[in-house]
């Protein structure tokens, strides 16, 4: 069978979806491997070097000629829809805001596979590209804010004077949050934090952090995820995080809740209670933002309260894709991975008696598998039934 590694067309996108060192373990599995020339440039790879690794490159793919698609960020509709029907596609697939996608990988009889979907359970671990490239993006946001901070970071002693550490704050103590509570710390910074889910608390601490307790309902999901909380606890929330956010010199925000807006956990005026000088970093800017106001890719001054200063807003974007080399790393063995659980001598098989392969695929022969978005589709066209549900008697699509 054939695997095609795209070139990520999409500004900004800087990571691949294969390695040469993934390249070798994908040709172990008995898998051709077509490389589009270019692909691994920005992460530090060349052509010749996907060639060494037992790779053919090509100048484009040709999508109706592969098994298997692995790529970065979500198909758009065309490219779903050149591909052969039952072709194998590996990737991020983001089916709450690609619907149209979703349906033409349904409609063109596509098994796709969203990463996002990665159950989070032990044995799936290695595959859990969510996980992965929110290492790289908690680690980011703190040498974003670092450079912007007008201060040290750690403590400094010297004979001219005291000059004491830095306060970061981290709300959203999920992997990019511990991460970032990991490399403020190792900065030198005084680090507190907080999350909604009482486990957090340990993990936390186990970071080096100081944990701030709030007098508020916890809220966790399945698998580990936080729930969105309703109106009036986010408003509560906001009240008891005030004073915290405003003695911070860096406040980072990492909170997510996976396929909905991002909640607001920061308002225009609590940053404008905050230091003058002081940097807030919104990890979350792409998915609605949890700082009032952030937009992605750009850095806001706003004005403190007392007119004495600015405070930056930093609205990150792209995030994972600013570190290519180490994002595509971890990106590409997630999707390797992968395709090892569902290959047998050279073929590509999904076993859906398998519960991390039939957690993560989105589409097969016809069917949108997964639930919450076969039920949007529906809604989107005002069917009554889950769109792409397999009826009896069809053989897939209604």
């Given at each position: 069978m054939k695997a095609g590694i795209a070139r990520e067309a999409l500004d900004g996108e800087r990571r691949v979806a294969a390695t040469p060192e993934t390249v070798k373990q994908l040709v172990g599995l008995g898998l051709a491997v077509e490389v589009e020339s270019g692909a691994g440039l920005a992460s530090g790879h060349s052509d010749d070097d996907y060639r060494s690794a037992g790779a053919s490159v090509v100048g484009s793919l040709d999508l109706g000629s592969l098994d298997v698609y692995c790529h970065v960020r979500p198909m758009d509709p065309t490219t779903a829809g050149a591909l052969r029907r039952g072709a194998v596609t590996v990737g991020l697939g983001s089916p709450s805001s690609e619907l149209p996608t979703v349906r033409a990988l349904a409609v063109g009889g596509i098994t796709s596979f969203a990463l996002e979907l990665v159950p989070r359970i032990s044995r799936a671990q290695s595959m859990d590209a969510l996980t992965s490239q929110a290492?790289?993006?908690?680690?980011?946001?703190?040498?974003?804010?670092?450079?912007?901070?007008?201060?040290?970071?750690?403590?400094?002693?010297?004979?001219?004077?005291?000059?004491?550490?830095?306060?970061?704050?981290?709300?959203?103590?999920?992997?990019?949050?511990?991460?970032?509570?990991?490399?403020?710390?190792?900065?030198?910074?005084?680090?507190?934090?907080?999350?909604?889910?009482?486990?957090?608390?340990d993990e936390v601490a186990s970071m080096g952090g100081t944990f701030i307790k709030l007098?508020?309902?916890?809220?966790?999901?399945?698998?580990?995820?936080?729930?969105?909380?309703?109106?009036?606890?986010?408003?509560?929330?906001?009240?008891?995080?005030?004073?915290?956010?405003?003695?911070?010199?860096?406040?980072?925000?990492?909170?997510?809740?996976?396929?909905?807006?991002?909640?607001?956990?920061?308002s225009r005026e609590m940053v404008q209670g905050m230091k003058p000088g002081a940097v807030v970093v919104d990890l979350a800017a792409e998915s609605g933002g949890n700082v009032e106001g952030s937009i992605p890719g750009?850095?806001?001054?706003?004005?403190?309260?007392?007119?004495?200063?600015?405070?930056?807003?930093?609205?990150?974007?792209?995030?994972?894709?600013?570190?290519?080399?180490?994002?595509?790393?971890?990106?590409?063995?997630?999707?390797?991975?992968?395709l090892a659980l569902m290959t047998r001598d050279g073929v590509v098989s999904p076993d859906f008696e398998d519960d991390v392969v039939a957690g993560t695929c989105l589409t097969h022969e016809g069917a949108v598998r997964h639930a919450p978005t076969a039920e949007a589709l529906a809604a989107l066209a005002g069917e009554t039934a889950p769109f792409g549900s397999i009826q009896p008697g069809t053989e897939g699509v209604r």
């Open positions: 290492l790289v993006a908690g680690y980011r946001c703190v040498l974003e804010a670092a450079m912007r901070l007008p201060r040290f970071f750690p403590l400094y002693m010297t004979a001219a004077g005291t000059i004491p550490p830095a306060r970061v704050l981290v709300l959203g103590a999920g992997v990019a949050g511990l991460q970032a509570i990991g490399t403020a710390k190792r900065l030198g910074a005084r680090v507190s934090a907080n999350d909604i889910r009482p486990a957090s608390a007098d508020l309902e916890t809220a966790e999901a399945s698998g580990g995820y936080a729930r969105e909380l309703s109106a009036d606890r986010g408003a509560l929330q906001r009240a008891l995080l005030t004073p915290h956010v405003a003695q911070a010199d860096v406040l980072i925000t990492t909170a997510a809740v996976p396929g909905r807006r991002a909640p607001l956990l920061v750009q850095d806001i001054s706003i004005p403190t309260g007392d007119d004495q200063g600015t405070v930056t807003l930093v609205g990150m974007k792209d995030v994972a894709s600013a570190m290519p080399a180490d994002a595509s790393r971890l990106y590409a063995k997630n999707v390797a991975n992968l």
